[in-house]
């Protein structure tokens, strides 16, 4: 079975830092891109970023609103993804799920259940 | 890109046809995807490229596109259809959803 699992969310006060991790099974980590998003309690969903296969070296894309602040990383030895926030605002309060990402017709599936990440002092 | 998705929410009966529009401000060469999100999980993949149906999605739901414009259609609802409705485009960074429409029970 196909499984992503999010750890790592927690109470952070803004300007700090967290780590989320997004544990991979059931299929070949190492073959498919990987994405990370967000949604807001009550809002809709938002795009956060992406990270490529080792045959795309690795490269990543994000979104304007976390670049230069957050990072998404991979450990495929690990079938593991990351999401390092730093700097952190009220508005980064989210729920934020890892996704696998089809390479062929780019399809998000499935998604991870989520892990919620709640910034205020 | 930006999607515009109508309605932002809508009220319907088991049984009825639902049209869900999703309109981009551009070409997207029809690398649009279509999930369907119930309150508290994670969104599930409905559509793919516009109009492929993932495995293990009932044959009710279909997708089309003209141009820049992008149909969700459920076909006779059902009780579990009942749920927020988004579109996403995956051509060009960065990668962009829609509102969401929300499909209320009548």
Redesign the interface.
């Known amino acids: 079975e196909v499984q992503l699992v999010e750890s790592g969310g927690d109470l952070v006060q803004p300007g700090g830092s967290l780590r989320l991790s997004c544990a991979a099974s059931g299929f070949t980590f190492s073959d498919h891109y990987m994405?990370w998003v967000r949604q807001a309690p009550g809002q809709?969903?938002?795009?956060v970023g992406?990270i490529r296969k080792r045959a795309n070296s690795y490269t990543t894309?994000?979104?304007?609103s976390v670049k230069g602040r957050f990072t998404v990383s991979r450990d495929d030895s690990k079938n593991s993804l990351y999401l390092q926030m730093n700097s952190l605002k009220s508005d980064d309060t989210a729920v934020y799920?890892c996704a696998r990402v089809?390479t062929t017709?780019?399809?998000?599936?499935?998604?991870?259940?989520?892990t919620l990440v709640t910034v205020s002092s | 890109i930006q999607l515009t998705q109508s309605p932002s929410s809508l009220s319907a009966s088991v049984g009825d046809r639902v049209t869900i529009t999703c309109r981009a401000s551009q070409g997207i060469n029809k690398?649009l995807?279509w999930?369907q999100?119930k309150p508290g999980?994670?969104?599930?993949?409905l559509i793919?490229?516009a109009s492929?149906l993932?495995s293990g999605v009932p044959s009710r739901f279909s997708g089309s596109a003209s141009g820049t414009e992008f149909t969700l259609t459920i076909n006779s609802l059902q009780p579990e259809d009942f749920a927020t409705y988004?579109c996403?485009q995956?051509t060009n960074?960065?990668?962009?959803?829609?509102?969401?429409t929300k499909v209320e029970i009548e």
């Open positions: 994405d809709g969903l938002e795009w992406r894309e994000y979104a304007a799920y089809d017709t780019y399809w998000v599936d499935p998604w991870g259940q989520g | 690398f995807l999930y999100q999980k994670a969104p599930k993949l793919y490229t492929t993932q988004y996403q995956v960074y960065p990668l962009t959803f829609g509102g969401g």
